[in-house]
């Protein structure tokens, strides 16, 4: 009874982690520029910061196996 309780306990502080503890690091832009590579559905980098006046252009290189992402490429300007 004591380890049922003991492996709740875990798996609540994980879940805690998870969703609310976690930060992944951010990449801070110095450019006008960042290229973001999806790989397997993975956003790389995850987080970016950007100062509030500077324009950005996003670029998305996606880098899976399956047939739709070989034709797609997507060029997002931010203002």
């Known amino acids: 009874m004591m380890l049922i309780n003991l492996l709740g306990l875990m798996l609540i502080a994980l879940?805690?982690?998870w969703f609310w503890l976690y930060k992944p690091n951010k990449?801070?832009?110095q450019g006008n520029e960042v290229l973001i590579?999806?790989?397997?559905?993975?956003y790389s980098p995850s987080s970016i910061q950007v100062s509030?006046?500077?324009p950005v252009t996003l670029k998305f290189i996606r880098k899976d196996q399956s047939p739709c992402a070989e034709t797609n490429a997507?060029?997002?300007h931010w203002i």
């Open 52 to 54: 509030a006046s500077q």
């Open 15 to 17: 879940i805690v982690w």
């Open 27 to 29: 990449t801070i832009v």
């Open 37 to 42: 590579e999806v790989r397997d559905g993975v």
């Open 74 to 76: 997507y060029f997002l």
